[in-house]
């Protein structure tokens, strides 16, 4: 089961040029394309007249054209051309999905239409402040599902053990770390601490430190699907816990998980420079380390998923660290009953 009234990512910007771009989101296939005013659009990846994908065709000036027998059809999916026919039936249309581009990201709802607000889409507009945070992007698939990458960023114990060769750092550092969490209105925020703790290899290759840190991670969940990453390390003892965290190694990452079917989605991430930004290199260093951090969850997360899928989960259980997970999942749930009922009094 999917939250369907929600603003989704669909796809980067710049991921989308001339050509029609096929992608599955929440199970349903999609096409997004661009018209010839640069404006992005998506409707169902299916034409009418015989089912053929509309991503295997080409744009054109009056919208999408379909690869097999011509049929054209605008960014609000009704058919606008017939070649061979000029009128064309009422029935000539494909779903459309209402389509925002901001913050570099395009969004897609996939829901009712008409509750589709724009002011729900999440402020990632730090993205585009290249004077403070230099930002870089990518895309992963992701054979396992966007609740088990969530899962995995609101339980920061596995640092320790799966990144050990990136971000990772001591597990006790990381197990025993100084824990907030709150819920938000709109998901759940954490904080943790891990003081005097020895500098993961990311960080000294990035920074330079030559010895232990005080190292902050505030992390928060925007339900459905996205989560604000907030991260930061001083030279331990020179008052980061204290409230000043001036200077220092300072980034910020964004995780966008939208589901593309019930175990598998796609992963969208962004780091951003803060501590300087003005290095192109540095921020090219720190982008290259956080992708191979991201593939060692991609590949953890696709094993868990195998193995769920032959078991179920059942058998599982919890322990302490799955706290901030657990709260996840019960707002989770409870947008799904709430949109649950709201249809069946429809």
């Not at 990512?9 to 989308?16: S, V």
């Not at 607000?117 to 507009?125: C, F």
């Amino acid at each position: 089961m999917f939250v369907r009234n929600s603003w989704y990512i669909a796809a980067w910007g710049d991921e989308l040029g001339q050509a029609p771009l096929a992608r599955r989101i929440l199970g349903e296939p999609v096409v997004l394309f661009r018209d010839k005013s640069g404006k992005a659009a998506a409707i169902a990846d299916r034409c009418c007249h015989r089912g053929t994908p509309l991503s295997l065709g080409e744009v054109v000036e009056s919208g999408l054209q379909c690869g097999y027998h011509g049929m054209v059809f605008d960014g609000a999916g009704r058919c606008v051309q017939i070649p061979g026919q000029d009128k064309i039936p009422a029935s000539a249309f494909v779903p459309a999905y209402p389509v925002i581009e901001r913050d570099h990201f395009i969004w897609i709802w996939m829901g009712e239409a008409a509750k589709a607000d724009p002011a729900r889409i999440i402020d990632a507009s730090y993205h585009d402040d290249a004077g403070h945070w230099a930002e870089r992007h990518d895309r992963l698939h992701i054979a396992g599902s966007y609740l088990l990458m969530i899962d995995n960023l609101m339980d920061l114990t596995h640092l320790g053990y799966v990144h050990r060769r990136t971000i990772g750092g001591n597990p006790s550092q990381h197990v025993n770390a100084k824990m907030e969490t709150a819920r938000t209105q709109t998901g759940v925020r954490f904080t943790r601490w891990m003081l005097n703790s020895p500098p993961p290899p990311t960080y000294v290759k990035a920074y330079g430190f030559k010895g232990r840190i005080d190292r902050w991670q505030e992390f928060e969940w925007v339900a459905p699907s996205n989560v604000l990453q907030w991260t930061g390390a001083k030279d331990a003892g020179t008052g980061a816990y204290e409230g000043n965290r001036a200077g220092g190694f300072q980034f910020k990452v964004f995780h966008g998980l939208t589901p593309e079917t019930e175990t598998s989605c796609h992963y969208y991430f962004a780091t951003a420079n803060g501590w300087a930004p003005e290095n192109d290199a540095a921020s090219d260093l720190f982008f290259r380390e956080s992708r191979e951090t991201f593939r060692e969850d991609k590949n953890v997360v696709e094993q868990q998923q195998a193995r769920l899928d032959e078991f179920g989960e059942d058998w599982l259980v919890n322990i302490v660290s799955d706290g901030t997970r657990v709260q996840m999942r019960r707002v989770l749930d409870g947008m799904l009953a709430d949109e649950r009922r709201t249809m069946a009094a429809e």
